[in-house]
């Protein structure tokens, strides 16, 4: 069943956050609601720009709905990842999604609030939330790109007056994750200081945070025994999920990890059946690893569980 984001947002503030997890095919929404109906998890489903035009719009659209009718006892929303003004208008006019995110963090403060306010009152027209973002994460996101020195963490002040000059409905705010799957070059932890203070200043405002793949060094180590060549990659530490939950953070955001998953499986595979060549049985396991490590983060996020009593709130 697909609820709005507010929903969601609303049963969650303050006691657990709801995964938002990114899709491009078929194989990841089928993992992704198995291992959210196996963990009795709510979930998003995030769409990026890239995912839209990985193979069309109307065929990610179709695979949600066709999902929505095999997993009827799910309960999910769909936003859009990473919009920018265009594609935000695009997909309010859909009539599909939940909520959409507008990020124009890399513009001048001025420039991010005329043009999130811009997207807010079109969304809100439509009965549609906005997620925004203010400060800017470090890493890559399909055709930015943001130098280390260049990431900056949201300034808790400039959120509060961001907030109410564009009447957003949920914040990504920048506390010390980057995209992709090397964040951290020395301490591993995110800025709770800040996370304190804007909760302190906007009490039950839902907070976001993006880049949270805690990047599992198992898999790493296996992608590379596999013939991958990845670095020094490092990732969220999972042990802070909860803790970021409590302080108003209500949406953390996966993808990076998901791709590692599929990684390793395809790359395992391939190595171990080198004479194979239908993608098929790979798939089947990927599906199968994908629920796994879904349901495992719903775990650390505090949203298992919690389907029965959402439902019974939403009045289903
Ligand atoms: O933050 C970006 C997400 O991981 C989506 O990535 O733009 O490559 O689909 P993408
Ligand atoms: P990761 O790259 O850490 O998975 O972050 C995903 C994200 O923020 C999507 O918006
Ligand atoms: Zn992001």
Sequence with gaps: MIVTTAQLFKHAYGKYAVGAYNINNAEQAMGLFRGCIQSKAPFIIQISKGARKY????M??????????????????????????????????????????????????????????????????????????LGMLGGVEEDIKVEDGHATLTNPAEAQDFVQKTGCDSLACAIGTSHGAYKFKGRQSLHFDVLKKIQQLMPGFPLVMHGS???????????????????????????????????????????TDGRLVWTRVHREFFRDKSGEFDFRPPGKIFMEEYAKFIASRNVLLGSANQLDDLRKSLGK
């Design 55 to 58: 193979t069309d719009k109307k």
């Design 60 to 133: 990610l659209e179709a695979i949600i709905r066709a999902a929505d009718q095999i997993f009827p006892e799910a309960i999910f929303a769909v936003h859009l990842d990473h919009g920018d003004e265009e594609t935000c208008y695009d997909c309010i006019k859909s009539g599909f999604y939940s909520s959409v995110m507008i990020d124009a963090s890399h513009e001048p403060y001025d420039q991010n609030v005329a043009i999130t306010k811009r997207v807010v009152e079109a969304a809100h027209k439509a009965g549609l939330s906005v997620e925004a973002e």
């Design 213 to 255: 793949s805690s990047v599992p060094q198992d898999e790493v180590k296996r992608i590379n025994a596999a013939g991958g060549t990845l670095g020094s990659a490092v990732g969220v530490d999972v042990n802070e999920y909860l803790p970021a939950a409590k302080l108003g953070v209500t949406k953390i955001n996966i993808d």
